[in-house]
């Protein structure tokens, strides 16, 4: 069965812009969690979406946003981009996302703002 | 203080060897996960824990919730383990707790 997916793999933003990422679960996953990947912070966690709900949120600004579809494919949005905002962005996807629930991690989309 | 460290950092081994890498935690979990990301990105999921111990293939994971800690082992190493290994703990149980915190990682190298 198909994995992860992410879109785009790779993208190139101007500071000020926003972009939209896609994450599509595993076919019957109704969780699913985004992550941010810097060298400086490692891997943190943005926000978890459950049957279209947003049930976590991370530390991060309200210019971090997300959202989940009926078919339980989701996107996350960052507006006004910064040179910070730069990393490797992760989608995870898992049944319901609670215990004995093993995470399915995408390849990931890989931003660079300058 | 990180809420969760893991030891060593960087660790440089010979193909066969045996492989330990530890992971610390502070605060109450539901679960732990031991995850390997190689050069690219992808991630996979190794282990998730909750007690006790779990072993697949070469690899073997290890909690001890009383001491908030985790262990990591991989028997006979090879070089197509290379990769970085990182510890996640869980939060509740699923529900408006769920999120996962994660370690710094620990970059292994096996040479041939």
């Known amino acids: 069965k198909a994995g992860v997916t992410q879109t785009p793999r790779y993208l190139i933003k101007t500071r000020g812009q926003q972009v939209t990422l896609s994450c599509s679960p595993i076919?019957?996953?109704?969780?699913v969690s985004w992550y941010q990947q810097t060298p400086g912070q490692g891997l943190q966690f943005l926000f978890e979406?459950?049957?279209?709900?947003?049930?976590n949120k991370g530390n991060f600004p309200g210019r971090f946003s997300g959202r989940q579809f009926s078919n339980s494919r989701s996107e996350m949005n960052v507006s006004t981009l910064e040179l910070g905002d730069s990393a490797l962005y992760l989608c995870?996807?898992?049944?319901?996302?609670?215990?004995?629930?093993?995470?399915?991690f995408g390849e990931g989309s890989w931003l660079t703002v300058v | 203080k990180n809420e969760v460290e893991q030891s060593p950092q960087n660790l440089t081994a010979q193909e066969g060897e045996f492989i330990t890498i530890n992971c610390s935690y502070s605060?109450?979990?539901?679960?732990l996960h031991w995850l390997q990301q190689h050069p690219g990105g992808g991630i996979v999921s190794l282990f998730m824990?909750?007690?006790g111990k779990k072993k697949h293939g070469r690899l073997i994971a290890t909690i001890n919730i009383q001491e908030k800690h985790s262990s990591l082992h991989i028997t006979a190493s090879h070089p197509r383990d290379s990769a970085v290994y990182i510890c996640?703990?869980?939060?509740?149980?699923?529900?408006?707790?769920?999120?996962?915190?994660f370690g710094k990682g620990t970059l292994l190298t096996v040479n041939p």
């Open positions: 996640a703990v869980q939060r509740g149980s699923g529900g408006s707790n769920y999120k996962l915190t």
């Open positions: 995870a996807s898992s049944l319901y996302g609670g215990l004995a629930n093993t995470i399915y």
């Open positions: 979406y459950f049957s279209e709900t947003q049930r």
């Open positions: 076919s019957g996953h109704r969780s």
């Open positions: 605060v109450g979990i539901s679960a």
């Open positions: 824990l909750s007690s």
